[in-house]
């Protein structure tokens, strides 16, 4: 009976030490492009997602600061994008929201009538800290 007591009060003191632990690291879910049939050079992009950030430190007020990155899987670099700040400079708190990226004019890059693409997308923080790379369905771009 006092080992299964000891046992127990271990445990429960196991339990009540450990805190939950939060990343620094922001994170992106829930990735959607509209429309998925692109017509080249008339058709716009839009990708959203849903982000997280325990910290709150997602955007910058500096509007040539970029810090998110949308890279065309078709292509060897990303562009990368102005966020303005999605919580006061100066909170530590937890935010959550979506945001939506427009991107106008997408084309094919060769000879071909149609082709396809994903979007690879990626959030930065003000401590520099990246999202994982999360990536879109595939985008089919045709010409008309």
Same mark, same amino acid.
């Given at each position: 009976?006092?080992?299964?007591?000891?046992? %127990?009060?271990?445990?429960? +003191? +196991? $339990?009540?030490?450990?805190? *939950?632990?939060?990343?620094?690291?922001?994170?992106?879910? &829930? +990735?959607?492009? *509209?429309?998925?049939?692109?017509?080249?050079?008339?058709?716009? #992009?839009?990708?959203? $997602?849903?982000?997280?950030?325990?910290?709150?430190?997602?955007?910058?007020?500096?509007?040539?600061?970029?810090?998110?990155?949308?890279?065309?899987?078709?292509?060897?670099?990303?562009?990368?994008?102005?966020?303005?700040?999605?919580?006061?400079?100066?909170?530590?708190?937890?935010?959550?929201?979506?945001?939506?990226?427009?991107?106008? &004019?997408?084309?094919?890059?060769?000879?071909?009538? #149609?082709?396809?693409?994903?979007? *690879?997308?990626?959030?930065?923080?003000?401590?520099?800290?990246?999202?994982?790379?999360? *990536?879109?369905?595939?985008?089919?771009? %045709?010409?008309?």
């Amino acid at each position: 009976m006092v080992f299964r007591g000891l046992i %127990f009060l271990l445990t429960v +003191l +196991l $339990f009540a030490s450990c805190k *939950e632990e939060h990343s620094d690291i922001p994170e992106i879910t &829930n +990735l959607t492009v *509209e429309p998925l049939l692109v017509s080249e050079f008339t058709d716009t #992009v839009v990708i959203s $997602f849903d982000y997280y950030d325990y910290n709150g430190d997602l955007g910058y007020l500096d509007p040539n600061v970029t810090s998110l990155s949308v890279k065309d899987s078709r292509l060897q670099f990303e562009d990368l994008y102005h966020v303005k700040p999605l919580a006061p400079v100066d909170a530590n708190v937890p935010i959550q929201g979506r945001l939506s990226v427009r991107l106008n &004019n997408l084309f094919i890059l060769g000879n071909d009538t #149609v082709e396809r693409l994903q979007f *690879e997308v990626m959030i930065q923080d003000r401590k520099g800290h990246w999202s994982e790379l999360v *990536e879109s369905d595939t985008i089919t771009v %045709f010409r008309p």
